[in-house]
């Protein structure tokens, strides 16, 4: 009797998965594809070898070739979240990972990986909710119990972190994510050394590789910082931007950079006239609305969460923080291939649609800002500011500054997700190129829109917060109350999105003015990019 070439084909995939050899799991898979045979197992093959190459929208595209011939596997699912998430497509990761529980409730890997994905997306507090679910049901799953650590040690609660981390590595001695929560911990603490330490024990694990040995170094650049070793702690830095190129460098072959991207927008904006630009009046009633629209943007690392935390103090004001209000506009208005023309001429019906999108996203991500001074924090807004001229000319925008070099150094040192965008902050050089590309398309913006603009400078903030902060409050039509003052104590009881948020929890501080300085001889690649910038601001070149 003759067996079933596909039968064959599969025995020989599983073997190489199961030796853990996946390059040649895929390449049989492959071979036998091509022979015409089909199986689930041989495209999931072709994914989980393509996961590992950092090519995540090809494995997604196989995990769910897989999953039309077995809709009801459960590990697909999964699998296929995880890959969404990595895409930066969280929504539909959840909606995966919400299919699979529906098939299998109690499935703690599931709530888990959901947990992972609302992290992703900023619900903290969605995110802790998957990670307790996760334990209830297994009370030794080391995994959840590190999200819970890392979720509390973000949240500057150390004694739950503490338990948490150190009950995960009593599990796994080398479970990463733990160990970066107890990092964090340490470094907030200012226990540097005790920190190094843990981080080099993990990091001399074979084990530990590609993102969470980049997560790691980055702590541990942290820590000898905190020592005032400045070599080691650039070289660290260095070497966990070099790993993640290496992981997320294949998934950003062949798209455009942001760098470029933002060069195309100025080039459209140029392509219009001023009369294109001026205001356009709504013909809905818009009396509903709140009663200031205030956009805080800038740049990344440019302060804007610590002013966006002690604006949110006062009663009459109501915040959002970095969320994506604007995205699905923008990604019919701002095509740079497409031009600004349609934007600069939008009016009427369509005008009002958009605005009204924009008000929907607002209510969906839960604020209702009727009557109330309403703040839209995102730094990377300013590349929007084409969009939020033609939809509200009357907003007031907070343009937030900082020494240059402060910025670009510090996001490259700081740990962000990996998207196209932050994938820039992995070269000095290629960071420096795209903060310049953003603040020449800010400069032609303000020239050509009509922008109700007022700059706000860290550094005067961190010298003086009510002389600076009152200025603001009287720009947006508040005024100062003294609770703005002690925003740090309020910060330590909230959830923050931003990368910030354990400096937000400290009292205002200014040893992050001039950093830079520490660290100029290793910076030298990307000063000269930034000196225009620098003497522009009027900071000392």
């Known amino acids: ?29 492959t071979s036998a594809i091509r022979d015409g045979s089909r199986h689930p197992a ?24 897989a999953l039309q011939m ?7 699912l999964n699998a296929i979240g995880m890959c969404y998430v990595r895409c930066n497509m969280t929504a539909e990761g959840i909606a995966a990972f919400d ?12 709530h888990f990986r959901k947990g992972w994905a609302l992290q992703s997306a900023g619900d903290f507090e969605g995110a802790v909710h998957s990670y307790e679910r996760a334990v209830e049901i297994n009370p030794n799953y080391a995994e ?16 739950v972190a503490e338990q948490n981390a150190r009950k995960a590595l009593q599990l796994d001695p080398n479970e990463p994510t733990a160990t970066a929560a107890l990092a964090i911990v340490e470094n907030t603490a200012g226990n540097f050394q005790a920190s190094e330490q843990l981080l080099h024990r993990a990091l001399g694990d074979p084990r530990t590789a590609g993102h969470s040995r980049a997560v790691l170094l980055g702590f541990l650049g942290d820590a000898l910082d905190g020592q005032d070793k400045c070599a080691e702690a650039f070289a660290a830095y260095s070497e966990r931007a070099a790993e993640s190129r290496k992981l997320h460098g294949p998934r950003m072959a062949g798209t455009p950079s942001p760098t470029r991207t933002m060069d195309m927008i100025t080039d459209s904006l140029r392509a219009t006239t001023m009369d294109q630009w001026k205001r356009q009046a709504s013909i809905r009633d818009e009396t509903a609305g709140p009663r200031e629209h205030v956009f805080l943007l ?10 966006e935390r002690a604006l949110s103090m006062h009663p009459d004001v109501i915040s959002l923080e970095e969320r994506d209000t604007l995205d699905a506009i923008a990604r019919e208005y701002m095509n740079p291939s497409a031009g600004l023309g349609p934007l600069a001429n939008l009016a009427g019906l369509q005008l009002d649609e958009a605005r009204a999108a924009y008000w929907r996203r607002v209510s969906e991500l839960g604020v209702e800002p009727a009557g109330r001074v309403f703040i839209d ?38 740990h962000f997700e990996i998207t196209r965008m932050t994938y820039e902050f992995l070269d000095l050089v290629d960071g420096a190129r795209f903060y310049a590309a953003v603040m020449s398309l800010a400069e032609l913006c303000r020239e050509m829109l009509p922008l109700s603009i007022k700059e706000h400078r860290y550094e005067k903030m961190v010298g003086d917060l009510q002389v600076t902060v009152s200025a603001i409050c009287e720009f947006i039509g508040i005024r100062w109350t003294d609770s703005m003052q002690d925003f740090s104590a309020r910060a ?50």
């Open 377 to 414: 924090k995102q730094p990377l807004n300013t590349f929007n500011l084409p969009l939020i001229s033609k939809l509200f000319p009357d907003a007031k925008i907070l343009f937030a500054i900082r020494d240059p070099r402060d910025v670009c150094f510090s996001c490259f040192r700081r």
């Open 99 to 110: 299919a699979a529980l529906a098939m299998v409730p109690e499935n703690p890997a599931t």
């Open 70 to 76: 077995t809709p009801n596997d459960v590990t697909l």
């Open 1 to 29: 009797m003759t067996a079933n070439p596909t039968l064959v084909h599969v025995r020989d995939v599983a073997a190489a998965v199961a030796a853990g050899n996946l390059a040649r799991a895929s390449q049989l898979a």
């Open 42 to 65: 041989l495209f999931n093959a072709r994914a989980l070898w393509l996961q590992t190459q950092g090519q995540f929208p090809e494995a997604l595209a196989e995990f769910q070739r």
């Open 492 to 541: 330590r009881e909230q959830a923050i999105r931003s990368p910030s948020a354990n400096q937000v929890r400290k009292p205002l501080y200014g040893d992050a003015v001039g950093e830079w300085r520490r660290y100029a001889e290793h910076l030298k690649p990307m000063l000269p990019i930034l000196d225009p910038w620098v003497r522009h601001f009027g900071y000392d070149s």
């Open 144 to 159: 959840a119990l590190a999200g819970l650590a890392s979720a509390a040690a973000r949240d500057g609660r150390r004694d």
């Open 298 to 307: 800038g740049f990344l690392r440019s302060g804007t969460t610590v002013l």
